[in-house]
């Protein structure tokens, strides 16, 4: 995009090393690490995922009320006396891990945050995890073609 390299995984497929590797050797410079999960351990996931790929991590995650459901929901009966479903934890976080925006839980909002494309250059002349880093001599990984 004119923004830069984007990509990114759904939910828990960001726990799968070789996925996220597969995106690291693409050149990604923002990842887009979307999911269900609001827990705090998420946070710390994100952290990581940003610090390893030395990328910007956009991270939406769903906010979520009962009362988003219509009446005729046929589930409604589990909703019943529950108010919030999903509480969030959406966040932007710059290439070395560092919260730019967020995260923002218990409530609706939108986040902003300047990406600065200069931030992954100069991250990644520290550590670039399919650069220099990387080792091609002792390691590859290869994507198996589709049928």
Same mark, same amino acid.
Request: with cysteine; hydrophobic share 40%.
């Given at each position: 995009? +004119?923004?830069?390299?984007?990509?990114?995984?759904?939910?828990?497929?960001?726990?799968? +090393?070789?996925? /996220? *590797?597969?995106?690291? &050797?693409?050149? =990604?410079?923002?990842? =887009?690490?979307?999911? @269900?999960?609001?827990?705090?351990?998420?946070? %710390?996931?994100?952290? !990581?995922?940003?610090?390893?790929?030395?990328?910007?991590?956009?991270? $939406?995650? !769903? *906010?979520?009320? %009962?009362?988003?459901? +219509?009446?005729?929901? +046929?589930?409604?009966?589990?909703? #019943?006396?529950?108010?919030?479903?999903?509480?969030?934890?959406?966040? =932007?976080?710059? $290439?070395?891990?560092?919260?730019?925006?967020?995260?923002?839980?218990?409530? #609706?909002? =939108?986040?902003? @945050?300047?990406?600065?494309?200069? /931030?992954?250059? #100069?991250?990644?002349?520290? *550590?670039? $995890?399919?650069? !220099?880093? !990387?080792?091609?001599?002792?390691? /590859?990984? &290869?994507?198996?073609?589709? $049928?």
């Amino acid at each position: 995009t +004119p923004l830069g390299r984007l990509g990114g995984l759904i939910c828990w497929e960001n726990y799968m +090393p070789l996925a /996220r *590797f597969a995106l690291y &050797e693409s050149g =990604v410079e923002i990842y =887009v690490a979307s999911t @269900a999960d609001d827990g705090d351990a998420w946070q %710390a996931t994100l952290v !990581h995922i940003a610090r390893e790929a030395r990328a910007f991590v956009v991270a $939406p995650s !769903h *906010f979520q009320r %009962a009362t988003s459901y +219509p009446d005729d929901f +046929p589930l409604r009966d589990e909703l #019943e006396g529950r108010d919030i479903l999903g509480r969030g934890g959406s966040a =932007v976080l710059a $290439p070395d891990g560092s919260y730019l925006a967020g995260p923002l839980y218990d409530e #609706e909002g =939108v986040l902003f @945050a300047d990406l600065d494309p200069t /931030r992954v250059l #100069e991250e990644r002349q520290r *550590f670039d $995890p399919a650069g !220099h880093y !990387h080792r091609p001599d002792v390691l /590859r990984f &290869e994507l198996a073609p589709r $049928p």
